[in-house]
């Protein structure tokens, strides 16, 4: 199994700050953005890369005129940085954003580090997280896809437990902000 590049390589962000990234010779691009959101002109500054835009909102129940994260979405995050034949790439300089780098684009980056390195326990994965968006709140509907979609037999979901128990003691604003956003059973899921 390939190793993970530098972390310092891989990126969380959110769409304001997508412009910082312009000049770092990003390889790979996940966008995750809401349903109908307009084209970002951020990336016209890019050089060349592969980009795989993903629709969705970041919700964790159903409600009216949203669209949830469903298992095909963790799939497609799962086919993201492939080569031709279908092996998994290991991107040099990987970007993945969604609205606030906080949630959706930290889900889909735990996934592709579990992904690239199953070696990698999960736990780590969420430390690492944490080193590259330090206010990494993973959307827990997609860890549970990706938990299920590689295998990790209800794992990485425990380590999601832990990490949020993490970010609630050392973050308190982060858990107050998910209650605020109709996320409190997350928060409530701290171990």
Known sequence: MTSLPSF??????G??????????????????????????SAFDAYGVHQRTVLQF?????PMAGKVMPAREHMAEILRFARDEAGAVLVPERLLVHCHMGVSRST??????????DASLAED???????????QAWPNSV???FADDLLGRSGRLK???????AFQKQHRPDM???MVRLGRGREVEMAA
């Open 142 to 144: 997609l860890i549970g």
């Open 124 to 134: 780590e994965i969420f430390t690492r997280l944490r080193t590259i968006r330090p």
């Open 8 to 13: 310092a390589a891989w990126t969380v962000c």
């Open 107 to 116: 889900a889909a980056m735990a996934t592709l580090m579990a992904r690239s």
């Open 57 to 61: 909102d970041d919700i964790i129940d």
């Open 15 to 40: 769409i304001d700050e997508l412009h910082q990234f312009s000049g770092f010779g990003v390889s790979h691009v996940l966008s995750i953005v809401d349903p109908n959101w307009p084209a970002l």
């Open 158 to 164: 425990e380590a999601l437990r832990r990490h949020y």
């Open 175 to 177: 858990a107050d902000w």
